[in-house]
């Protein structure tokens, strides 16, 4: 199946700083990239959608000042939580899919775990 | 809120047993997903089901998807330690939406 990677795998920040993550596609061009949040022994929670040269669509709840998405490329999007606080802890997964809406099959990263000391 | 409902959240099995999750939607559903997770890891895809009342088999696992397109149902016979994990069936009336999941743990 698709491969996609997720970077950082862990990390560990202070209060109030920023933190940039990176969801590539490695063999295929995804139109279409979602982000998703979830704690623990919880399911996925839909944080935004985004397509490629587009602005994200970020799900009702979700800060849009927050959470920085852009996806500049078909392969790579990437998520920044800005000025981070204990209660953004979290793992944070992206997918993605090569089919506009998201209908087709997604394909996720291996995640992100965020622990804002 | 959530329009994809699962259950049972949890389901400890014997090995060696059968079990099933249910999966059930308040919209009509253009297709369902299945995925797993195992713990600690990401969620991982298993299956799609697009057809009405279509049935699919991978090895001891079977996915339905009901006539009206609004529930479904994965079935593992024989349920073995390696099917541990947390199953999540998705479905998107217009966007992907996950279920809560069911976290099935196995008994030797």
């Known amino acids: 199946g698709a491969v996609v990677s997720q970077h950082p795998s862990w990390v560990i920040c202070k209060s109030g700083t920023s933190v940039k993550i990176e969801c590539r596609s490695l063999?295929?061009?995804?139109?279409?990239m979602f982000w998703y949040r979830q704690f623990p022994k919880q399911s996925l929670m839909l944080m935004a959608t985004?397509?490629?040269?587009?602005?994200?669509?970020?799900e009702q709840g979700v800060e849009k000042d927050k959470f920085l998405i852009n996806h500049a490329s078909l392969t790579l999007s990437t998520l920044t939580v800005t000025s981070a606080h204990p209660e953004d802890s979290s793992f944070y997964i992206c997918?993605?899919?090569?089919?506009?809406?998201?209908?087709?099959?997604?394909?996720f990263g291996p995640g992100t775990r965020l622990l804002v000391l | 809120g959530q329009q994809v409902m699962q259950i049972p959240q949890y389901q400890h099995v014997q090995e060696g047993e059968d079990f099933t999750t249910y999966c059930n939607s308040s919209?009509?559903?253009?297709?369902i997903q299945w995925y797993k997770q195992r713990p600690g890891g990401h969620p991982v895809f298993l299956i799609q089901?697009?057809?009405?009342?279509e049935v699919k088999k991978q090895k001891r696992l079977t996915f339905q998807f009901g006539e009206a397109k609004k529930n479904s149902s994965l079935h593992i016979t024989a349920t073995q330690t390696t099917d541990v994990g947390t199953y999540f069936c998705?479905?998107?009336?217009?966007?992907?939406?996950f279920g809560a999941g069911t976290t099935v743990t196995v008994r030797a």
């Open positions: 997918s993605a899919s090569n089919q506009r809406g998201g209908l087709e099959t997604q394909y």
């Open positions: 063999d295929f061009q995804a139109t279409t």
């Open positions: 985004s397509n490629e040269g587009s602005k994200a669509t970020y």
């Open positions: 919209t009509t559903l253009s297709n």
């Open positions: 089901l697009v057809k009405s009342g």
């Open positions: 998705a479905g998107d009336p217009d966007k992907l939406s």
